[in-house]
């Protein structure tokens, strides 16, 4: 069965056209008419035919332009040209878009059983390469995830060949350099965030294993690894060696996104551990840190930048001065931190038996920690050339008090760079994110940008939001842009796909999600709701 369009403004050429195409071929087509340029483009989007017979003097939008219209949402029509006018410039734009004849009016019933004829071999040959097409990406599709799996098993094992995973990431076209891993476990919780019955929850998973695939390629771009026990491998490829704030905060909110979903669609607890980002050839090294932190932590999504850093000391080390005084800058309190400094350097003077050399290295390490606790706490800018004296200073210096009067100095200047960025750039400053967030939350949003508008670093300003709010900025954000996408289901009639782009999403199904993560229902379901 074929579907044939009809264009013509005049319906004596449009009723001969059918008449021939019932008369012979029966039954082999089922036959559309148009008479303008705009009412053919519609019908088409609508009906998609397989051959259009086109006019190419219409009213309003004439047939050259009406058929370019046509194939950009149809690229498989068939065009045959008729016309009153035999000019060679309409013929050639109509040769360009891929027309296969030009009939001059007036013609008979043998010119139209002919490019009928031809057309139909034409669309048949179409078809049969679309299937052709769909039978190899079927094969493909049920390889991939075998490549896939292979990928992810020769960069989990220690001693894998660099060739062989440069021919899968040849394969499967990935020219990321980077990436880190998701350990997503399935188990029963227990009291304390114990985890239980990893035999049950691995046949579970591998049963439900294209559901689990779904909910994964929902919300991560990546490669996963088979069911392993009761743990699932997944690898997200990075472009470069570490993330912006920003892109790690979106793969935090996926995860979770992505633990809940999974949870809710078994009927058993998942739990994500967040590996670092390393080199490819080191995927494994970042998955054992995924499930590392997935034991150590009670989280539901853990990240291994929460790992304790495991060390031992010498017996006699003061680790407990060593933590007060980072404890105390960090709270920006300088007789505490002074205290503390000096505490610390009697203790080392006392144990070094004359040798400077060690107390300068411990001193310069303890000033450049501080000075990085300023940066990163106190939202300055940092400047790789700022500290280019600091090695000849020590090394210049002859006595213990010199030592000791240069390392407090500088421990006493980080915390007053502290100490002014609190007082000079935490004042309102989540009231003043907030209304700025009210009033810009269509757009692209971002922790750089929004940080950036009070000229402070994102780390920064993501830890004072979150201390005067009680909220993240991500999801204060979301809470707005839901909030928003309410009051427009209820009071007017825009299509969702009109409500996301409104409320900041350019994913209808990101949106979708997000609304129901919040709200318990669908955007539609909420709508029906409030009818």
């Not at 304390?192 to 294993?209: E, H, I, L």
């Not at 309410?486 to 299509?495: A, F, G, P, V, Y």
Request: hydrophobic share 35%; proline share 3%.
């Amino acid at each position: 069965m074929y579907k044939i369009l009809l264009a013509d403004d005049e319906g004596i050429v449009r009723e001969s056209l059918k008449y021939i195409v019932d008369k012979e071929f029966p039954g082999q087509f089922e036959a559309y008419e148009a008479k303008t340029g705009r009412h053919v483009i519609e019908l088409a989007e609508e009906v998609r035919p397989d051959i259009a017979f086109m006019d190419i003097r219409m009213p309003g939008i004439n047939g050259i332009d009406a058929m370019k219209e046509i194939r950009r949402t149809n690229s498989n029509i068939v065009f045959v040209v008729i016309s009153a006018y035999d000019k060679f410039d309409y013929a050639k734009q109509a040769l360009n878009l891929g027309v296969i004849d030009y009939i001059n009016k007036p013609f008979n019933k043998s010119q139209i059983v002919t490019v009928l004829q031809k057309a139909m071999t034409e669309v048949d040959r179409i078809r049969a390469q679309r299937s052709k097409e769909l039978e190899t990406k079927e094969k493909l599709d049920s390889i991939v995830p075998i490549i896939e799996n292979g990928l992810i098993q020769e960069l989990l094992s220690h001693e894998h060949f660099k060739e062989n995973i440069e021919e899968y990431k040849r394969i499967l076209e990935i020219n990321e350099k980077y990436g880190l891993m998701l350990a997503i476990v399935g188990s029963e919780k227990e009291a304390g965030g114990y985890m239980r019955g990893a035999v049950p929850a691995s046949v579970k998973t591998q049963k439900n294993f294209e559901t689990v695939l779904l909910v994964i390629s929902d919300n991560f771009k990546c490669i996963t690894g088979s069911v392993m026990g009761n743990k699932i491998p997944v690898l997200i490829p990075c472009e470069k060696s570490s993330l912006t704030p920003d892109e790690y905060q979106k793969i935090v909110d996926s995860a979770k996104l992505a633990q809940q979903e999974l949870t809710d669609a078994l009927g058993i607890d998942f739990r994500i551990g967040i590996g670092p980002v390393k080199p490819l050839e080191n995927m494994a090294d970042s998955y054992s840190e995924a499930i590392s932190i997935l034991v150590k932590s009670k989280q539901d999504v853990a990240e291994s930048i929460d790992l304790p850093e495991g060390c031992e000391y010498d017996t006699d080390y003061p680790l407990k001065t060593e933590k007060s005084l980072f404890e105390a800058i960090t709270q920006g309190d300088v007789a505490k931190s002074l205290e503390q400094a000096n505490l610390f350097f009697d203790w080392m003077e006392k144990s070094s038996g004359g040798a400077m050399s060690d107390i300068c290295l411990k001193v310069l390490e303890f000033v450049l920690w501080a000075e990085r606790l300023a940066y990163s706490n106190g939202g300055y800018v940092y400047h790789f050339m700022s500290r280019s004296e600091y090695l000849p200073e020590i090394n210049s210096m002859k006595s213990y008090d010199e030592l000791r009067l240069w390392f407090v100095r500088h421990i006493e200047h980080a915390l007053k760079m502290i100490n002014a960025a609190n007082d000079a750039k935490t004042e309102d400053v989540a009231e003043k994110a907030k209304k700025y967030i009210d009033q810009n939350f269509r757009e692209d949003l971002s922790l750089d940008e929004i940080s950036g508008v009070y000229d402070i670093s994102p780390f920064y300003f993501s830890k004072v939001f979150k201390t005067q709010t009680g909220v993240t900025f991500t999801d204060y954000l979301t809470s707005v842009r839901v909030n928003k996408a309410r009051e427009l289901l209820e009071s007017t009639n825009k299509s969702m796909k009109e409500i996301c782009s409104e409320v900041g999403y350019s994913d209808p199904n990101y949106f979708s999600r997000i609304f129901k993560k919040h709200t318990g229902v669908t955007p539609t379901e909420y709508k029906e709701g409030k009818r």
